[in-house]
């Protein structure tokens, strides 16, 4: 069966960096692209960027542009995301979440989300 | 501050038609398809129609969606508790070059 598993809660200090994994499995990786949303305690969701499995190409929301990156590992099935000089205002649910296409919304799996909290 | 527009709350009575609009303008809603999500209470979102007003399988008939001009909706008929969940519209911005999401509904079966 399809599933996305992500790595486990962080608690980071304001200037840290972040990475969570989203480990695949039950599906051919390279032909779903991946989206990373996120989700502030009691708020709505944000798209912070997409990555291609194939040739890692991504596209990131503008406000996250200078300090997101996402990454793949072809051989274990797993994209990255990374986001750096965290403040408190990243504290949220982050989650990844597999399409078909590109120009596709249908995010037809999810992982379980990945609780980062930014606290001094 | 969302791109996308949605009214905070929307409430029923089971059994009852509720609509859960989105607004947005001509570089996203006017121009891509609107998908439709439903969460429940800590867990991860589930989508609910694509591609305007398709449904996935699984998903009851009672869900449907609709667009026109820069507008959608989520019709849920024939309300049932369980339907009592946090639903989010998203589209494709153009000019922002990337996904938007609405701010989200409440919806509460009373």
């Known amino acids: 069966q399809v599933q996305l598993v992500q790595s486990g809660a962080e608690l980071k200090r304001p200037g840290a960096s972040v990475r969570v994994s989203c480990k695949a499995s039950g599906y051919t990786f390279a032909n779903y692209y991946v989206h990373w949303v996120r989700q502030a305690p009691g708020q709505g969701l944000e798209w912070m960027g997409i990555?291609?499995?194939?040739?890692?190409?991504?596209t990131y929301a503008h406000k996250f542009q200078d300090r997101i990156s996402m990454t793949r590992d072809t051989s274990t099935n797993t994209v990255y995301m990374e986001l750096s000089s965290l403040r408190s205002e990243d504290t949220a649910v982050y989650y990844c979440?597999?399409?078909?296409?590109?120009?596709?919304?249908?995010?037809?799996?999810w992982g379980q989300g990945t609780l980062v909290t930014v606290s001094s | 501050q969302s791109v996308l527009t949605q009214p905070p709350s929307a409430s029923g009575t089971p059994g009852q038609r509720v609509s859960i609009s989105c607004s947005g303008d001509s570089s996203n809603i006017g121009s891509n398809y609107v998908y439709w999500y439903q969460q429940l209470p800590g867990t991860a979102p589930k989508v609910v129609i694509y591609?305007?007003?398709q449904r996935p399988s699984g998903v009851p008939e009672r869900f449907s969606g609709s667009k026109s001009g820069t507008s959608a909706s989520l019709a849920i008929s024939g309300l049932r508790s369980e339907d009592e969940a946090d639903y989010y519209c998203t589209t494709w911005d153009d000019s922002l070059t990337g996904w938007v999401f609405g701010g989200g509904t409440k919806l509460t079966v009373l």
């Open positions: 990555i291609n499995p194939i040739g890692g190409s991504t």
């Open positions: 979440a597999r399409v078909d296409d590109f120009w596709s919304g249908l995010f037809d799996y």
């Open positions: 591609r305007n007003n």
